[in-house]
């Protein structure tokens, strides 16, 4: 049986030590040590919207203080998305750039795998890098002067809605390595995908917020990077995972500024 599966003391025990796992591979922030052996990465994927909800609240928790601090919007925005990064190690950011580099810079299957792997940084990533940064800066800076308090439950929403992205992503696509972060991710069940999915809706559940624009936004946008990764990868790694929440939730922010200013 499956540990969705399981009941009881036993069962809830499990569930927090996948949103430990969640929270411990998705972010930097300090953790417990998890217990050995420890749940694998599909099984805690239903858990991925919580460790965003944790990484939305606190990115919030910093725009609020530089806010009442008297900073500008535009650099309380700055000083929230760099906290944001910092506690996320630019773990999406990293995986964001590497496929850029990837999937323009490589004319074979195996070369683009090869510059996915390369620590090294290339020019279409540094773009990559600079147009994404630069849009959810100005994203989040327009709605911080248009109402602080929607611009944070905006971040909470969208950061725990794009990561649904990554754990579609595993659910439905083939690892296109046989060892690496996106082979240990491979195989997320149906049903934590279900759960991942109504997790990653409920942040928008704040009056004033809408949900529709960002929510189709973002899933093309995931569907998009998905496609770009079948195409040239012939699956998903670790770092088309990352792509696929950045992409997602720059999307979502786009949508979000569209539909409420």
Known sequence: MSALGQ?????????????????????????????DPAPSLAAASWAFPLAGALLGGLTALVLGLALALGLPPALAAGLAL???VMMTGALHEDGLADCADGFWGGHTRERRLEIMRDSRIGSYGVTALVLALGLRWQALAVLAAAGPGLASAALVAL??????????????????????MGHRARGAAPAALAVAGALGLSGF???GLPIL????????????????????????????????QQCAELAGWCALCAALL
Request: aromatic share 2%; no cysteine; charged share 15%.
């Open 82 to 84: 760099a906290a944001q």
């Open 159 to 180: 950061a725990m809605a794009s990561r649904v992205a990554p754990v579609a992503l595993m659910a439905t696509m083939a690892p296109a390595r046989d060892n690496g």
């Open 7 to 35: 009941t009881g003391k036993g069962w809830a025990g499990q569930r927090l030590t996948e949103a430990l796992l969640a929270v411990v591979m998705l972010t930097r922030l300090p953790a417990p040590r998890l217990p």
């Open 205 to 207: 559940a704040v009056p």
């Open 213 to 244: 624009a960002p929510g189709f936004a973002g899933g093309l946008a995931a569907l998009a990077v998905a496609r770009r990764a079948q195409a040239k990868l012939g699956g998903q790694t670790g770092d088309v995972l990352g792509a696929s």
